[in-house]
């Protein structure tokens, strides 16, 4: 997706790096997630920026928490990818997938919680830095605190609360290691944020219209894979209201025939479940890194 100023950042499918759908709507911008599915987010920086900013910084933040990473783009190297939350195990710094989840109910969670559509999603700082001289001491424990999934407000309409959280999943590629070249912050570029809901959600909210072609196409390809798909989803799952919640409910999405054709079911979502997460030890550190052949970066203001 192009954010002003020429900033490109797109969610991608690890297996293949494909984009996920996303959709600009009004001033809101959205990725359509699919439960269950790793996710990864690849930022790449204009050039007509780094030829003024030789050296920017990445901070990503996921549903308000820190990946524990950070990167350096340069015009050598203008895209980074962010492809989970790092955490340090017996020694080692490992990366869980980055991973959609579906959001919880939780009655007492507050409007402006992380995880909320309100402030959850992706939000990314972007900052020119300039290299200081010396060197810090890397990275040596990490962890990541898992807050649960995205909470549902009590007092909203079903179909405006979070449908997608992100989780941590498997540990992918080998352990990271971090160099210890100091940065300092010179000046704030840019903040980017994007949602992330799924199809059904945005079909409720009339960010996506099925009787639209190009709208269509994003709603078949943010289906669940067919191998994924279970037996006995719920009937109150937003998939099935997407497609089944008559002109008198709620948003007045209907499921049947339109003037302008017979608009495809959608397939039932499927819970989340984790397999091989790895827990951290428990002590945290604050400070961001990257990994080999970029540098840990720490803000001296």
């Known amino acids: 997706m192009k954010f002003p ?34 996710f990864e987010v690849r930022v790449t920086a204009p050039a007509q920026q780094l ?15 820190s990946p524990n990473v950070c990167y350096i783009l340069t015009s050598s190297q ?8 790092v955490t340090t ?7 869980n997938q980055f991973v959609f989840g579906k959001a919880e109910r939780d009655a007492a969670a507050p409007a402006t919680a992380p995880g909320t559509s309100r402030t959850g999603g992706l939000q990314l700082k972007i900052a020119q830095v300039q290299q200081l001289p010396g060197h810090a001491d890397t990275a040596k424990q990490m962890s990541y605190q898992s807050t649960g ?33 100091i940065y300092q912050h010179v000046r704030t570029l840019a903040e980017l944020s994007m949602q992330m809901e799924t199809a059904a959600i945005l079909i409720l909210r009339k960010v996506l219209d099925p009787d639209i072609p190009a ?14 798909e279970g037996e006995g989803e719920s009937a109150e799952s ?15 999405a209907t499921g049947g025939d339109s003037s302008r054709g017979v608009k495809r079911e959608i397939k039932p979502e499927k819970s989340q479940t984790q397999s091989k997460v790895v827990k951290s030890e428990p002590q945290s550190s604050s400070a961001y890194s990257s990994v080999r052949g970029q540098s840990e970066v720490i803000d001296l203001t």
């Open 5 to 38: 100023g020429g900033w490109q950042v797109e969610v991608v499918r690890p297996e293949n790096a494909a984009a996920y759908a996303d959709i600009n709507h009004g001033v809101d911008k959205y990725v359509v997630g699919v439960p269950g599915q790793p």
């Open 51 to 65: 030829h003024v900013s030789p050296q920017i910084r990445v901070e990503l933040t996921v549903e308000g928490r």
């Open 78 to 85: 203008p895209s980074r990818t962010f492809k989970g939350f």
């Open 89 to 95: 195990v017996k020694g080692q710094h490992l990366t």
């Open 149 to 181: 999934a995205s909470k549902a407000v009590e007092g909203k309409k079903w179909f405006m609360q979070p449908s997608l959280s992100a989780q941590a999943g498997r540990v992918t590629g080998p352990p990271l290691n971090f160099s210890s070249t």
């Open 215 to 228: 709208h269509q196409a994003i709603i078949d390809q943010s289906q669940v894979p067919d191998d994924e």
């Open 238 to 252: 937003p998939i099935n209201h997407a497609t089944s919640r008559s002109a008198a409910d709620d948003l007045g």
